[in-house]
């Protein structure tokens, strides 16, 4: 059974750094593809960065670019997203997600590309 459990600091001051891990189980990391999601009240769930641990290929969101790194621990099950330089607008509960297939750069960003998803884990940016 495929389960996809998310973690991380869940309160954070703007500027400041989160690092957001996905744990996954039931599948083998590598022959599968992660990617992370997230959500604002009112606002429909924006893909964020993807990555395909098998060979490290990635995928990033026009959001999050050039503050955000993408990686994977195959070994450990893990796929940990990095978001730098936090704002109060990336306050939002984040979800990872996963598939048998990469996504092409053209489906990556749509829900219906991920087959498996995490309950979220919401992360507050506030002073």
């Known amino acids: 059974q495929v389960q996809l459990v998310e973690s991380g600091r869940g309160l954070v001051r703007p500027g400041e750094s989160v690092r957001l891990s996905c744990e996954v189980t039931?599948?083998?990391?590598?022959?599968?593809?992660v990617a992370w999601f997230r959500q604002a009240p009112g606002k429909k769930r924006e893909a964020l960065s993807a990555?395909?641990?098998?060979?490290?290929?990635?995928h990033y969101g026009d959001s999050v670019m050039g503050r955000s790194t993408i990686s994977s621990d195959n070994g450990q099950g893990m796929v940990h997203l990095h978001l730098s330089n936090l704002t109060p607008g990336d306050t939002a509960k984040y979800y990872c997600?996963?598939?048998?297939?990469?996504?092409?750069?053209?489906?990556?960003?749509?829900?219906?590309?991920?087959?498996?998803w995490g309950q979220g884990i919401q992360v507050i940016v506030s002073s």
């Open positions: 990555i395909s641990p098998k060979d490290g290929r990635t």
């Open positions: 039931g599948f083998i990391l590598d022959s599968y593809a």
């Open positions: 997600a996963a598939d048998q297939f990469f996504p092409r750069q053209d489906f990556w960003e749509q829900r219906t590309s991920w087959n498996y």
